[in-house]
């Protein structure tokens, strides 16, 4: 092997090792939560949202052709929230503006992924999947009052 090859090889090397470690710094040091698929859940109909405890809600969401028919959904500051993603239809796409929520709604699979709010606003929802001809029309908000 020359020498300008061996050069690639470990810089290609040492690139990886340094994209390894950043992940397992930002998973570990800063708690970044991947968002996953989770199989041991049936994929449910009905959109929902409930408190599980103090500042500690569900969101339960069914992404369909071409809406997110969520009920009105407002928070309190600093609220922690476990969204639950499905498809009745097509593959759609959730993301949560100003959040690292960006999912994918596959039909008979479902979602998840933790947020915490801790700002008040407005936090638009949109389709990041082309899913038919309506799909600009894919868009909800998440309300967060202090």
Known sequence: MERSERTVVAV???TMVVFFALVLLLATGFRVDVPGCITEVKPFERD???QV???????HVVARMWAYQMPAVEFPAGSTV???LTSADVIHGF???RTNVNLMAVPGTVAY???R???AGEYPIVCHEYCGIGHQQMLGVIRVVQ
């Open 117 to 119: 709010f801790h700002e």
């Open 95 to 97: 993301h949560i503006d």
């Open 12 to 14: 290609g090397i040492g």
């Open 48 to 50: 929902t949202v409930f």
């Open 53 to 59: 405890a103090e500042k500690r809600y569900e969101l």
């Open 82 to 84: 476990d969204i639950y």
């Open 113 to 115: 992924a933790q947020v």
